[in-house]
């Protein structure tokens, strides 16, 4: 470990900076006849003790969030193969045109005369995305994939609802997302998992026996979670659709398949779209990022309030008079300044832009996944986007996936997914998305060579990782055991 | 144009070594009557000076107005320094800190910013954030109904934001929670008396917001008394700001603290993104939903971040997971805790302080220069007010438009409230005497 880089040493919280009396920047003071407060509130309500927010100049919080922003990896400084995730490149213009004054400053209850730029952003972007599903009507409200979910669960429940009874089931592989069951549970519905065939595929035999009249629908991500396209989705969607159900796409991996075949030709009545995933909008270290819900048209009536709709003269509106609705999700329209960013990367792509992505998408997986599937085992074989590679090889020399993780961050490289899908032991997913070179395809699968003979020739070394990381490896346990999660001043 | 990096040499190199002769073979799990015949009906690629030019004219095709409008949402200055930092690539473009040894500048800051959190909330601890004030009203509510067990009765105070009423409602779909409201009284407080008698030992949460929806004090410690002679706990929806100056939830006896945190340096951007407020009692973190971050060490002893309590998320629990929430709303926590590290303990009084000052000299000059009447003139109020207007609401909002000034919203457009029309103004620190008299100009034509 190097003692010298700035990035190793601990880094003191701002209240740790804190020194009582300073300030950080001048609030305006107001221009009329101040009153005292208690002249203007009542007495019982008013706060004894302030707040124990820190009290530090303005170029103290800039050095502060500067230096611990360095102990950060993130896209901008090295190769991300997060599968599910798809860390591609964010490009610069977006973080512009999110800011453009007349779209970040309005207020979200300015009378619609007053922000029609913003709202045929958002209807030409919903018409982009229907078109690239295949579907009839989307909302963009969702504020995340997980929130995309729910909407699309509480459609089932609305759909059926309104034709009697909304049924008890929904059914998920078990290669899901661990947010599929999760939300089915939130929707108010029981949970039927269903075991992969040796494909990594759904099986329609076993949907076929698991369906009936009590089932509202299954939820399918395709390209799966291993990467493979449900070849035999036009008979899913056939069974789906005979015992009465709903099919639902989770769109996490959309990124393998735009341009090339739309989840609405596929058989699927709802799909949510993860914005921060194929459409380059950043991850922020955890969001915000946007789950529109795209439909079939028979579930536009119960799509979230408001809807955007299109007047005669060609100017916008939010419609209200939605009776059918499952209603509002988020406070207001959703996440706005995504919505630009994904607007703005989608007007760039252009409609040859699309598939173009998805096939270097494509291309970039099939490239590790060859380089690295003599070494690694690949169980179910190559994905479309994203391939699972099994470290269970390395057990033998007590190494495991988790510790050829933590190696790989002192490559500059951040870490696959590791441990998931649950089908996989010691899954490593790896996602490269289509922006990295054939150069950094290359020193990502060079490193994962190394670990895989460094675990053979010194097991003890590679269970060490990291060594050059502003951290070594952190006790979670103990993190568990005696939750600390604020700092007290005391 | 595409992102893709790829000359024609580096595909067929990468071709040949995975052993085919085009892209297409890659899709031959795809069956060939389900791919996509002819193109996409969507606009050719632009340039990237092309694209800004769009954006530019949609971003013209809006307007910028002088903003009296809240319900939630406020117009309040945040320091250049915030949008500079979490512009840096390190912050915006890091995933989920999955792996913490990589991660170490996105888990403190969310350490901080649960640390400022509990500090506003008078509460013992908060989470990494939720996605809005409403959803996390509505997670508040399921965590309620999960601490309680046999309880499952939630009972909401009508003087609440209707929009966060909607979707607790749209979250209850499937849950099914009896849902009760409380009714206010002619003052436009909830009625304490009504709440008593609606709690009952069925329930298992009561909210009650404050300042409410029309912009006035309400009384947590009486709600608090109520909830809990019932057993019951206390959910208090806030406005991140006025905690600067008025009483803590926590003081105040509240179990959970929800809040809109839009106001601490977060543009108003349509409405989104914003960032959902999550506080809670000690006892009660292992029920919260959505990330936390905790302190650990390294092998070697030092002080390092980690997202913790990982069992009570989705991607372990699955189905028994507290929510599904499995992101927060990182680079808003990160602006807010960057705001409230700028304005500091002094700053965010004096941005309450003046906030609370605008508006009462703007409620005089109204109530006494334009003969609108105040809707509720016997409650004190923080920062925003309703007025009684003789027009529709709407209209005279659109008219106020017309010369620069958003002049408040109107209460015709919420379902869920026993009033049917009036104006809801709000202030912050940034509107100036200057901005109140063009305020009093429009309300005096009415």
């Known amino acids: 470990m190097t003692e010298k880089d700035p990035r190793n040493k601990t880094s003191p919280l701002i209240f740790e900076r804190s020194q009582p009396g300073r300030r950080g920047t001048a609030v305006p003071e107001p221009d009329v006849q101040a009153r005292p407060l208690d002249q203007l509130l009542p007495a019982s309500a008013l706060r004894v003790t302030p707040p124990a927010l820190p009290e530090v100049p303005e170029h103290d919080v800039v050095r502060h969030f500067t230096e611990i922003s360095l102990k950060n990896h993130h896209v901008d400084r090295g190769f991300y193969p997060l599968g599910s995730c798809t860390m591609k490149y964010n490009p610069k213009v977006n973080e512009m045109t999110a800011r453009l004054p007349g779209l970040v400053d309005l207020h979200p209850f300015q009378p619609v005369s007053a922000v029609q730029g913003a709202l045929k952003l958002m209807w030409e972007l919903g018409e982009m995305l229907n078109e690239v599903s295949g579907m009839d009507a989307i909302s963009l409200q969702p504020a995340a994939g997980a929130q995309g979910e729910f909407v699309g669960a509480l459609l089932f429940r609305a759909y059926h609802t309104a034709k009697g009874d909304p049924r008890k089931k929904i059914i998920i592989p078990d290669s899901a997302h661990g947010t599929n069951p999760a939300t089915v549970i939130m929707a108010g519905y029981e949970v039927v998992t269903l075991g992969s065939n040796a ?155 699309i598939a173009e992505t998805a096939k270097a998408a494509v ?74 070179t054939k150069q950094e395809l290359d020193r990502f699968c060079d490193a994962m060579l190394q670990i895989a003979e460094e675990a053979a020739k010194d097991p003890e070394f590679v269970q060490g990782a990291p060594y050059t990381t502003p951290v070594r490896r952190l006790d979670e346990a103990r993190a568990n055991r005696q939750p600390d999660v604020r700092f007290r001043a005391d | 144009m595409s992102f893709v990096p790829h000359s024609e040499a580096d595909r067929q190199k990468m071709l040949r070594v995975i052993g085919v002769s085009s892209e297409e073979e890659l899709f031959a799990d795809i069956p060939e009557k389900l791919r996509l015949k002819g193109q996409l009906d969507i606009p050719p690629a632009v340039s990237e000076w092309e694209a800004v030019r769009i954006l530019q004219e949609l971003a013209a095709a809006s307007r910028q107005l002088i903003c009296f409008a809240g319900a939630g949402y406020y117009d309040h200055h945040a320091p250049a320094v915030v949008d500079h ?25 969310i350490y901080e910013f649960q640390s400022m959190v509990c500090e506003l909330t008078g509460l013992d601890v908060a989470n990494a954030s939720m ?104 959910i208090a929806v806030v406005d991140p700001i006025s905690l600067a100056i008025l009483k803590s939830p926590g003081e105040a006896g509240a179990d959970i603290a929800v809040a809109e945190g839009q106001p601490l340096g977060i543009p108003l951007s349509y409405g989104g993104p914003v960032l959902g407020l999550f506080a809670a009692r000690q006892k009660h973190i292992r029920q919260m939903p959505g ?36 992101t927060n709303q990182g680079l808003c926590a990160l602006a807010a805790t960057i ?93 100036s005497k200057d901005d109140v008299e063009l305020l009093l100009d429009v309300l005096k034509e009415e």
Request: hydrophobic letters at 40%; glycine letters at 10%; a negative charge.
């Open chain 2, 339 to 431: 705001y409230l590290s700028t304005v500091g303990r002094d700053g965010l009084r004096r941005v309450a302080e003046a906030s609370t000052q605008i508006a009462h000299y703007a409620y005089d000059r109204i109530v006494a220069e334009t003969g609108l009447e105040p809707m509720f003139p016997d409650s004190p109020f923080f920062r925003e007010f309703a007025l009684k207007t003789k027009s529709p609401a709407r209209d005279l909002i659109r008219r106020a438009a017309e010369r620069g000034v958003l002049a408040g919203v109107a209460l015709s457009r919420f379902p869920h409230i026993d009033v049917d029309d009036g104006l809801l103004v709000a202030f912050t620190e940034k509107r």
């Open chain 2, 85 to 109: 930092l979490i512009r840096r690539s390190e912050f915006y473009t890091a995933y989920t800190p999955y792996q913490a040894e990589v991660s170490q500048g996105t888990l403190q800051s």
């Open chain 1, 199 to 353: 494909e990594g595929r759904m099986d329609p035999a076993a949907l076929e026996a698991a369906l009936g009249d009590d089932v509202a629908g299954l939820m399918l991500t395709n390209p799966n979670t291993l990467g493979k396209f449900e070849s035999e989705i036009e008979t899913i969607a056939e069974l789906v659709h005979d015992a009465g159900g709903l099919l639902y796409m989770d769109g996490a991996n959309l990124n393998a398949l735009m341009g090339i075949t739309r989840p609405g030709d596929l058989g699927y009545d709802i799909v949510h779209i993860n914005l921060h995933k194929t459409f380059s909008t950043p991850h922020g270290g955890g969001g915000p990022g946007a789950g529109p819900v795209a439909v079939k048209e028979q579930l536009a009536p119960f799509l979230p309030l408001p809807i955007l709709m299109q007047n005669e003269d060609g100017s916008y509106a939010l419609d209200w008079e939605r009776p059918t609705s499952i209603g509002k999700v988020h406070g207001f329209w959703g996440n706005f300044g995504v919505l630009v960013r994904a607007y703005t990367y989608m007007r760039m792509l252009g409609e040859g832009g």
């Open chain 1, 363 to 436: 291309l970039n997986n099939a490239y590790v996944s060859a380089r690295l599937g003599d070494t690694y085992e690949l169980p179910y074989g190559r994905g479309l986007h994203e391939s699972v590679f099994s470290g269970a090889f390395l057990k033998q020399h007590g190494v495991r996936t988790l510790d050829v993780a933590k190696r790989l961050l002192d490559f500059g490289i951040h870490a696959p997914t590791v441990y998931f899908p649950l089908i996989v032991a010691e899954a490593i997913m790896c996602e490269p998305t289509e922006t990295e």
């Open chain 2, 131 to 234: 996605y809005d004030g409403a959803s996390a009203m509505a997670e508040a509510a399921m965590m309620a109904r999960a601490i309680q067990k046999k309880r499952d009765k939630i009972v909401l105070s009508i003087t609440a934001n209707p929009h966060y009423r909607q979707v607790l409602d749209t979250y209850n779909l499937g849950l099914q929670m009896p849902v009760e409201i409380a009714p206010r009284t002619g003052s436009g407080v909830t009625d304490l008396d009504a709440l008593k008698k609606l709690v009952d030992d069925e329930t298992a949460g009561v909210i009650v917001q404050s300042p409410n929806f029309y912009g006035l004090i309400e009384d947590f410690e009486a709600a608090a008394g109520i909830a809990h002679d019932a057993g019951a706990l206390l």
């Open chain 2, 291 to 326: 990330r936390i971050v905790g302190v650990t060490e390294d092998l070697e002893g030092k002080r390092g971040f980690v997202l913790t309590l990982q069992t009570r998320e989705q991607h372990i629990r699955r189905e028994k997971a507290t929510s599904n929430i499995c």
